[in-house]
């Protein structure tokens, strides 16, 4: 019997569980599939609270509708009618005491017309000026692997870039835009860039690919994200072993083998093993002074996250959108704040105010958060709330969730310290996959896909082994 071990049950590992349990069935050697996951809940940072009347995500809060890897998943699955999209509104930054609309046609704060760019009120006179350059200053020099960053600066211009594009897109991706690879996050706008001799012109000649779907750019479940881990599990119960609350604490080599060693002091042993936990976890399992120089390369970035729920409507809100991300000049301590039950309909039953506030360790002030209550941390989220929207009122819920170190950053050199792992693991370690967020992609959808290809890659080599 082959035994494949799965370390980390978050939506990586469990996507993997997924697939191989559907590949291997075909192979005539028998295999057993064990997940080890060392949280008494599967999903890593898929987190759904179902708190009262509201559904609170912990930790993602969506999927993106443009990445369509995820459909064949949900339709298996039977989740298609479970679907809840984000309800539509406008996006501002706040600054200057106040909140500006992003303009609403744009992409992360990239104007897709010249019509966007005249109307924003968040770049002055002259930075428009400066990003008409786009339309006339050639790309000689940019590659895949230079900074996103440095690239829209070069076209758009610096203040553009930091007033408008840097508050959005290091927002989404988790870091300074000038150590983030156009590669890891949006490649597309170099090749409009070369093709078109434009950003801006590639974007708007491509709106109707990079906007289908309309404003329905997002998707949930109506009981919660947890909903997808949920069904998984069920998928998966009586044909793969899920050991729940139990940690695993290092690989061993057992006579041609592997041991995962868990800290109970059991050992599991295993012929393929899957490591779809954060680096630094499997770092720790691997413990090879080979690996070490490179995963000390990796970066993770931190977060906590804040909702709070109120007992007025959601109409209080100051203005028609679903939330504000605040410039660095902000007096407001939160790096955003996303208008929950005006965005997600379905988190509020009564449509009662829920707000989420992001604190991220992209600011100075993060280290001093990081050190405080829950209490405490709602405390400092309340002012936010009545500093940037007027809202004076009483919580009556609010859910705190701090992820340290657990938000990966791509910078510059990510691509190549992922493939010097893959060579390095391939030699030092046959047989062992690294898998999930730390390396393949962040979203939902790049983790499904990421699990997708392990499992593929893993049946393979099982097939061959066999057939040989």
Excluded at 171 to 177: A, F
Excluded at 221 to 247: C, H, P, Q, Y
Aim: aromatic share 8%.
């Amino acid at each position: 019997m082959t035994t494949i071990v799965i370390i980390g049950g978050g939506i990586t590992g469990m996507s993997t569980a997924y697939y191989l349990n559907q590949y291997t069935r075909g192979i005539e050697q028998p295999v057993r599939l064990i997940v080890i996951e060392g949280s008494s809940e599967l999903g890593g940072k898929i987190s759904t609270v179902r708190q009262g009347e509201y559904i609170i995500e912990s930790g993602a809060d969506s999927i993106v509708s443009r990445k369509t890897n995820m459909e064949p998943l949900l339709e298996e699955l039977g989740l298609k009618d479970e679907l809840v999209y984000n309800a539509t509104g406008k996006s501002y930054i706040h600054v200057d005491g106040q909140l500006k609309l992003i303009p609403s046609d744009s992409l992360f704060g990239i104007p897709m017309t010249i019509e966007s760019l005249a109307s924003s009120t968040l770049v002055s006179a002259e930075g428009k000026v400066e990003a008409l350059k786009d339309f006339y200053t050639p790309n000689t020099t940019f590659t895949e692997n230079d900074s996103i960053g440095r690239f829209l600066e070069a076209f758009l211009g610096k203040e553009m870039v930091d007033k408008q594009i840097a508050p959005v897109l290091s927002g989404v991706y988790s870091g300074d835009l000038r150590e983030l690879t156009i590669a890891s996050t949006l490649p597309y706008l170099l090749k409009y860039k070369n093709e078109y001799g434009s950003i801006m012109k590639g974007l708007e000649a491509n709106r109707g690919t990079l906007q289908k779907g309309g404003d329905r750019k997002f998707y949930s479940f109506a009981n919660g994200l947890s909903t997808l881990i949920e069904r998984m599990e069920e998928r998966l119960a009586g044909d793969v072993a899920l050991m729940k609350g139990v940690r695993a604490d290092r690989i061993e080599r057992i006579s041609g083998h592997y041991g995962v060693v868990l800290e109970n002091g059991e050992t599991v042993e295993a012929d393929h093993i899957v490591i779809s936990t954060l680096h630094p976890t499997a770092q720790t399992l691997l413990s090879s002074d080979d690996l070490n120089a490179d995963f000390a390369e990796l970066r993770n970035s931190s977060l906590i996250s804040v909702y709070i729920g109120f007992d007025v409507p959601d109409e209080s809100l100051p203005a028609d959108g679903t939330g504000f991300i605040t410039a660095d000049s902000s007096e407001l301590v939160c790096n955003a704040c996303t208008w929950t039950s005006r965005k997600w309909e379905h988190t509020s039953a009564s449509r009662r105010l829920l707000v989420r506030l992001f604190y991220k360790s992209s600011k100075p002030a993060y280290e001093r958060l990081s050190r405080m209550t829950d209490a405490e941390l709602l405390e400092v989220a309340v002012q936010d709330v009545k500093a940037a929207m007027g809202i004076d009122a009483k919580p009556i819920h609010y859910d705190v969730r701090k992820w340290h170190d657990t938000m990966p950053n791509y910078h510059i050199r990510h691509p190549h310290i992922v493939a010097s792992l893959e060579r390095k693991m391939e030699e030092l370690f046959p047989n062992v996959l690294l898998a999930g967020c730390s390396y393949y992609g962040v979203g939902i959808p790049d983790c499904v896909a990421n699990g997708e290809r392990t499992a593929r890659r893993i049946a393979d080599r099982i097939t061959l082994s066999h057939d040989s």
